[in-house]
T-cell receptor, first 115, second 115 residues
């Protein structure tokens, strides 16, 4: 099955700096890669996603890049703010099979933005 | 608010007992997913239902079972509970028709404490 590795497990940055979280996946059939942000005690919320036919996607201060050949994808947060502090999860989903969707999540990265 | 609802919000029970967690998906979503998140752990995929049928199984114990009803709500049944079953249980839903590129939206979770 799919295996998703995520690093670092913890990340501290100064407010205003950039943060980068990296994930690798094992199943070359994976074609959808969402990123979720989870604040303490709350639900995971989708913040950005990328599909395998796209190399990069941006949404304001957040960007995701995908390298299909190397099987890795990364989350980039620029101009970090204290409210960006949370746990971030990457995920990968293997190819379509009649409504079947088994999502494999990374272990999560705890991001702390220091004011 | 993602539109996915879960009840109850909190559940405290004793070892050996059985509980039922309930999830209502977003309006129009056909797929429901269940996840377990233990303290400081990542999201473990348990099971997926699509339009009433089981579609994918993850690391779900034999003591656990789930079903999706004709009105598309889902229930996760946990029996012979052990201390290690204490966790946050999330339900997520997606449209389901586009297969593996579906975006999942998470409910607020049910916090289960087994004493």
């Amino acid at each position: 099955g799919e295996n998703v590795e995520q690093h670092p497990s913890t990340l501290s940055v100064q407010e205003g700096d950039s943060a980068v979280i990296k994930c690798t996946y094992s199943d070359s059939a994976s074609n959808y890669f969402p990123w979720y942000k989870q604040e303490l005690g709350k639900r995971p919320q989708l913040i950005i996603d990328i599909r395998s036919n796209v190399g990069e996607k941006k949404d304001q201060r957040i960007a995701v890049t995908l390298n299909k050949t190397a099987k890795h994808f990364s989350l980039h947060i620029t101009e970090t703010q204290p409210e960006d502090s949370a746990v971030y999860f990457c995920a990968a989903t293997p190819g379509n099979s009649g409504g079947y969707q088994k999502v494999t999540f990374g272990i999560g990265t705890k991001l702390q933005v220091i004011p | 608010d993602s539109g996915v609802t879960q009840t109850p919000k909190h559940l405290i029970t004793a070892t050996g007992q059985r509980v039922t967690l309930r999830c209502s998906p977003r309006s129009g979503d056909l797929s429901v997913y269940w996840y377990q998140q233990s303290l400081d752990q990542g999201l473990q995929f348990l099971i997926q239902y699509y339009n009433g049928e089981e579609r994918a199984k993850g690391n779900i114990l034999e003591r656990f079972s789930a079903q999706q009803f004709p009105d598309l709500h889902s229930e996760l049944n946990l029996s012979s509970l052990e201390l290690g079953d204490s966790a946050l249980y999330f339900c997520a839903s997606s449209i389901g028709t586009s297969g593996s590129t579906d975006t999942q939206y998470f409910g607020p979770g049910t916090r289960l404490t087994v004493l």
